[in-house]
């Protein structure tokens, strides 16, 4: 019976929005929830591929990469998330590698306009956890390249 109440959450929870491992277990802990029982439902819902943080994760990354986030950002958030860090650099490896950090950050130079001088725009790209090599590369004016 308390089983099923904790399936029952659980569903709930992710029929709400995808959720980690990590998050989902959080949530049905302040909920009340025993850590037994939402260990064997995790498990239940891991096997029938409804709790997956790699799709979880790949899902994160291009929603971030949409949003012109660097791959810094999403690897903390992905942190955040609970995930493994080996997960998440596999994840980042193959679904935003370094190289797609320069057209991140070239869309959103585009999206910002040229109303920057490039010293702010350094200063905004670097704030915002992108690579700093990838930034010279976007900003070759700014360093005489």
Known sequence: MAEQR???AALKLLAK???SRAQLSRKLS???FGEEEIVQSL???SGWGY???RK???GRVECFKAKLKSRNYTRMALLDAGLDEGLIESILDEYYPAEAEIQVIAALLRKRGPRRTSI???NYLVRSGFDEEAVRRCLPE???C
């Open 30 to 32: 302040k909920a009340g």
């Open 142 to 144: 700014q360093f005489n």
């Open 120 to 122: 702010q725009e350094w």
């Open 6 to 8: 904790v399936m029952d």
């Open 51 to 53: 709790l997956d943080d």
């Open 17 to 19: 929005q995808d959720l």
């Open 56 to 58: 979880y994760g790949i």
């Open 43 to 45: 498990d239940r819902l």
